[in-house]
């Protein structure tokens, strides 16, 4: 029942930032929510999470120190704050939740196009 929205994506020159945000719709109980991305030809990789189960936050190292991720207080809503852009971010960016909480992501949204340019 629950429904993933991604929206924020562009295109922006290296140096830039990009706010992406993603909402869960159809219910509003707390679960783990993630982005990940996939750049074409490659396989999807972790980008980060915030786990209320484990009660923290994780990165990947490829982006620690230049992206941060938050939760709404309200509702079930995730947003990655992406700054100091790369080429080599450019990927599509796909929310994704642990809606079961059962260690792993069963609901995932469309996804957002998200390219910088050098």
């Known amino acids: 029942q629950v429904q993933l929205v991604e929206s924020g994506g562009g295109l922006v020159q290296a140096g830039g930032s990009l706010r992406l945000s993603c909402v869960a719709s159809g219910r509003t109980s707390a679960f783990d929510m993630a982005w990940f991305r996939q750049a074409p030809g490659k396989e999807r990789e972790f980008v980060a999470a915030?786990?209320?189960?484990?009660?923290?936050?994780d990165y990947a190292d490829s982006v620690k120190g230049r992206f941060t991720i938050s939760r709404d207080g309200f509702k079930n809503a995730v947003y990655l704050q992406m700054n100091s852009l790369e080429p080599e971010d450019t990927a599509v960016y796909y929310c994704?939740?642990?809606?079961?909480?059962?260690?792993?992501?069963?609901?995932w949204g469309q996804g957002t196009q998200v390219t910088v340019s050098s």
């Open positions: 915030d786990s209320w189960t484990a009660g923290r936050l």
């Open positions: 994704a939740a642990d809606v079961r909480k059962r260690g792993q992501y069963d609901i």
